[in-house]
């Protein structure tokens, strides 16, 4: 059995340089220094003493994940890409709870209410976190009140995508022909949807005018193909079958930077010389509001040990989409920048849904 290490005391008058002497506590002084020592240390004995056992073996039992959009949907697919390693990690059960409707407003108000006890989580994207808020004049929910954050979970580029047999093959040559009076109608999936949004920031920014036609459901692809619309933002790896077919095709990104999956397609910003431009998708997960700070600690490293295994990369990567993760509080910080810049935009434009 190892021995514990001696420890060594010196004694005498050498036992201290005369620079150092000056520094050590005389002994009026060692009460003070001691009842700060015993200060820390019950600190320290608190805080373990206080520890969550629900955090320390988080989960026990199966967790539900809301996700406010219908089953086999892109965010669905992406959700469920990360509960299924969740319960190979864990050895727990993650269901997928698919409550779509009303612009996540179903899905949201349900995890709103759930308990906070760690087993129900909520799948939320930039509509439900961001833009909901000044769409709408009253939500069942506040994104900030109602959740606590977890994680960042996955951001996209959104593309301006023209049909396979559009006369246009340039962003740059859409806007001419706008310039010079030619109707042009764009597609998106409802108003104030992300799709929606980056089309009309990109006619403001443009000063051009174009004529927004709102889709529900997929009819947008075959309006698109047909030429029934002109142009559209869409996540491009929801229509990459149909861009290596030629049935569509993509201008431009709305990333900052091009795409390393697509590194021929150029930017907004740099195509079009619309500096600053921006367009994309992002989601987070979260935890209804006033769960344990230590077990929200805990989900997040489980959830953030996911979003960094390389396969996942690898799988999200052939769809144009990046796994983030990270502290909650880059979900506050990415939740407040965009809700405030959508704000202004809505009000540009006069979008409101009541």
């Known amino acids: 059995m190892p021995q514990p290490l001696p420890i060594l005391v010196r004694t005498g008058p050498d036992c201290l340089s005369s620079d150092r002497a000056a520094s050590v506590p005389q002994p009026r002084q060692w009460h003070h220094v001691l009842q700060r020592l015993l200060t820390a240390v019950c600190a320290f004995g608190l805080a373990i003493a206080t520890a969550s056992p629900q955090a320390q073996t988080w989960p026990e039992r199966p967790v539900r994940v809301i996700v406010p959009y219908g089953s086999g949907t892109p965010p669905d697919y992406l959700v469920r890409l990360v509960t299924t390693r969740l319960s190979q990690s864990t050895g727990q059960p993650f269901t997928v709870d698919n409550r779509p409707g009303a612009n996540s407003i179903i899905g949201?108000?349900?995890?709103?209410?759930?308990?906070?006890?760690?087993?129900?989580?909520?799948?939320?994207?930039?509509?439900?976190?961001?833009?909901?808020?000044?769409?709408f004049s009253a939500l069942p929910y506040?994104?900030?009140r109602d959740f606590d954050p977890v994680t960042m979970a996955f951001s996209t580029a959104l593309y301006v995508i023209v049909?396979?047999?559009s006369p246009y093959r340039s962003l740059?040559?859409?806007?001419?022909?706008?310039?010079?009076?030619?109707?042009?109608?764009?597609?998106?999936?409802?108003?104030?949807?992300?799709?929606?949004?980056a089309m009309e920031d990109l006619r403001q920014r443009a000063n051009i005018a174009m004529t927004h036609v709102p889709f529900k459901g997929g009819d947008f692809i075959p309006a698109l193909i047909r030429g029934d619309i002109d142009l559209m933002f869409l996540g491009i790896?929801?229509?990459?079958?149909?861009?290596?077919?030629?049935?569509?095709?993509?201008?431009a990104t709305g990333s900052p930077r091009r795409s390393q999956a697509f590194p021929d397609i150029p930017t907004v910003?740099?195509?079009?010389?619309?500096?600053?431009?921006?367009?994309?998708?992002w989601a987070a997960f979260l935890?209804?509001?006033h769960t344990p700070a230590q077990l929200t600690a805990r989900i997040n490293a489980q959830f953030n040990a996911v979003l960094a295994l390389?396969?996942?990369?690898?799988?999200?990567?052939?769809?144009?989409?990046?796994?983030?993760?990270?502290?909650?509080?880059?979900?506050?910080?990415?939740?407040?920048?965009?809700?405030?810049?959508?704000?202004k935009l809505l009000q540009l434009t006069g979008t409101k849904l009541d």
């Open 108 to 135: 949201m108000q349900t995890a709103a209410h759930a308990s906070a006890d760690g087993y129900t989580l909520v799948y939320a994207g930039l509509g439900a976190l961001s833009i909901n808020p000044g769409l």
């Open 142 to 144: 506040d994104p900030e």
């Open 163 to 165: 049909g396979g047999q």
């Open 172 to 197: 740059p040559e859409i806007l001419a022909a706008a310039r010079t009076g030619r109707t042009l109608n764009y597609g998106s999936l409802g108003l104030g949807s992300e799709a929606h949004l």
């Open 237 to 251: 790896g929801s229509i990459s079958g149909q861009v290596s077919q030629g049935q569509l095709r993509a201008l």
């Open 269 to 281: 910003a740099e195509t079009a010389g619309l500096e600053g431009y921006s367009a994309g998708a």
């Open 287 to 289: 935890v209804p509001a």
């Open 310 to 343: 390389p396969d996942l990369k690898a799988d999200l990567a052939r769809i144009d989409f990046v796994s983030i993760g990270g502290a909650p509080e880059l979900v506050t910080r990415t939740l407040r920048e965009d809700r405030a810049r959508y704000a």
